[in-house]
């Protein structure tokens, strides 16, 4: 069984910064991508950032310039460093994760305010 474990929202004020983590755990061979999407009140679910096994990273146009993804292979671990953030990024997160033979997984999702 595969788990996602998502940690480090919360209450940040626009201008602020906030890091965001995610632990795979469970019956994981190959990634072939990780990121982060995320769902704000009355909207769908948009993709964040992904970051592929070869190491090429894509982003939301969004957050581009300031959200950097990066991960830990050896522990499988994806980060999620927002920095400017801005009232439009209030959302819950979620944690991404693509397997090789092509199973995906998503995890809780931990909730982000920014809000002055």
């Known amino acids: 069984q595969v788990q996602l474990v998502e940690s480090g929202g919360g209450l940040v004020q626009p201008g602020g910064s906030l890091r965001v983590s995610c632990a795979a755990s469970?019956?994981?061979?190959?990634?072939?991508?990780m990121g982060w999407d995320r769902q704000a009140p009355g909207k769908e679910r948009e993709l964040v950032a992904r970051?592929?096994?070869?190491?090429?990273?894509n982003y939301a146009d969004s957050v581009k310039g300031r959200f950097t993804i990066s991960r830990d292979n050896a522990k499988n671990t994806v980060y999620l460093q927002m920095n400017s953030l801005k009232p439009e990024d209030t959302a819950v997160y979620y944690c991404?994760?693509?397997?090789?033979?092509?199973?995906?997984?998503w995890g809780q999702g931990t909730q982000v305010t920014v809000s002055s």
């Open positions: 991404y994760m693509r397997l090789y033979r092509g199973n995906e997984y």
């Open positions: 469970g019956h994981i061979f190959s990634i072939y991508a």
């Open positions: 970051i592929f096994d070869e190491g090429s990273i």
